[in-house]
T-cell receptor, first 113, second 114 residues
């Protein structure tokens, strides 16, 4: 079955890089996503990567995909206080809708001054 | 501005009552979804609808009901049969077809049973 695993907490100092890791089990995943959830709010799509890609960069965000190990990471460069949130990894085996999405439990990113 | 709107933001329910959570989108998306989020948990799919007048059960549909009479609207009713309804409820929508499958989320409704 499908399962997406993430660490529950990550603490970093302001200005450092944050690396949030995720592992998934479904080898037929076609898209992998990172969502951000600020307190009391909905989820915001940050970025996604197609499973035939190894890396995707978008400003301060870098996504790395190791398909062999089924490992996905999100690197946030120069972490700021506004990056404090819960980050969800998700995979889709359908690629056509959110009914095919499987979410991890989320990693709470804590920023230390 | 296009978006997806949930209301109310906070909702209190007495035990034994049904309550309805509203979700409206003006993104012209065919598909809409309801998720439940509990502390320290991922999102769990309650119901989804790929097209007007059709909807499917998700992983935890028991105690919930939905309707999809209009493309823009997908209300969720939490019935008295739902034994533990206190949670954060998220509505989402996505375009149909073989796109990236990304979902656009509302701001959520926090339901508390008193």
């Amino acid at each position: 079955g499908e399962d997406v695993e993430q660490s529950l907490f990550l603490s970093v100092r302001e200005g450092d890089s944050s690396v949030i890791n995720c592992t998934y089990t479904d080898s037929s995943s076609t898209y992998l996503y990172w969502y951000k959830q600020e307190p009391g709010a909905g989820l915001q799509l940050l970025t996604y990567i197609f499973s035939n890609m190894d890396m995707k960069q978008d400003q301060r965000l870098t996504v790395l995909l190791n398909k062999k190990d089924k490992h996905l990471s999100l690197r946030i460069a120069d972490t700021q206080t506004g990056d404090s949130a819960i980050y969800f990894c998700a995979e889709s085996i359908v690629g056509g809708g959110a009914d095919g999405l499987t979410f991890g439990k989320g990693t709470h990113l804590i920023i230390q001054p | 501005d296009g978006g997806i709107t949930q209301s109310p933001k906070y909702l209190f329910r007495k035990e034994g009552q049904n309550v309805t959570l509203s979700c409206e989108q003006n993104l012209n998306h065919d598909a809409m979804y309801w998720y439940r989020q509990d502390p320290g948990q991922g999102l769990r799919l309650i119901y989804y609808s790929q097209i007007v007048n059709d909807f499917q059960k998700g992983d935890i549909a028991e105690g919930y009901s939905v309707s999809r009479e209009k493309k823009e609207s997908f209300p969720l009713t939490v019935t008295s049969a739902q034994k533990n309804p206190t949670a954060f409820y998220l509505c989402a929508s996505s375009p149909s077809g073989q796109g990236a499958g990304e979902a656009f989320f509302g701001q959520g409704t926090r339901l508390t049973v008193v």
